[in-house]
């Protein structure tokens, strides 16, 4: 996956980066091994499905500071800065809230260190689609342990939606994946990126 993503990043274009990156995607998970995909998952010959690339949804954020104070409960119960979730079988992956991305038309995303799982930030995201048009309990924004992020434009991280993309476990329930707490809910429908049928 990281591979692609310096394809995509080396590529001027948004846009033909964003194709360049579903045939990869297409191709990773019609051939590899480790396919999500069941071995006669109609996808592996028709590809994913995805929404139109829409250049509106690449936008770019700094991350924010990670105040317990802006969270209901001072941060507890649901809303906690710390999480463990199942990682199947790579055992209990402990999440921890470092900060927060206030993303224009869209609205404040958590950012998260994974502290297994290879580490790295993560950014899910469970939107107005959720649950209708795409994976009910969200999709992906970053995973910079799998090298699924497009960089930097300064400060701010570059966020372009139309890179989103459902976890494994929506494919196939072996899989384990942390998904998107409360605070990378937003209520505007993100009509970009991988969605469940075209």
């Known amino acids: ?33 480790q396919s999500p995909l069941p071995a006669r998952d109609p996808l592996r010959e028709t ?25 209901p409960g001072g941060g507890a119960g649901p809303w906690a800065a710390e999480r463990t979730v199942d990682g199947g079988d790579d055992g209990n992956v402990t999440m921890v809230r470092i900060g927060a991305l206030d993303v ?10 994974l502290h297994q799982y ?44 139309n890179f989103t993309y459902h976890p494994s476990c929506r494919y196939d329930d072996r899989w384990r994946c942390p998904l998107a707490p409360p605070g990378n809910t937003v209520g505007v429908r993100v009509e970009a990126g991988e969605r469940l049928s075209a």
């Open 47 to 71: 590809g994913l499905p995805y929404w139109p690339y829409d250049p509106a949804w690449r936008l770019s954020a700094p991350i924010g500071p990670a105040d317990p104070d802006d969270r």
């Open 104 to 113: 224009p038309g869209v609205g404040s995303l958590d950012v998260w260190r």
């Open 1 to 33: 996956m990281s591979a692609l993503y310096a394809e995509v990043c080396a590529d001027d274009d948004p846009e033909r980066g964003h194709a360049t990156w579903r045939a990869g995607r297409d191709d990773l998970f019609r051939t590899h091994p």
């Open 118 to 161: 290879a580490g790295g930030l993560f950014v899910p995201i469970k939107d107005g689609t959720s649950g209708q048009e795409s994976y009910g309990a969200g999709r992906y924004l970053l995973d910079t342990a799998k090298g699924a992020w497009l960089g930097t434009d300064g400060d701010e991280l570059v966020l372009d939606l």
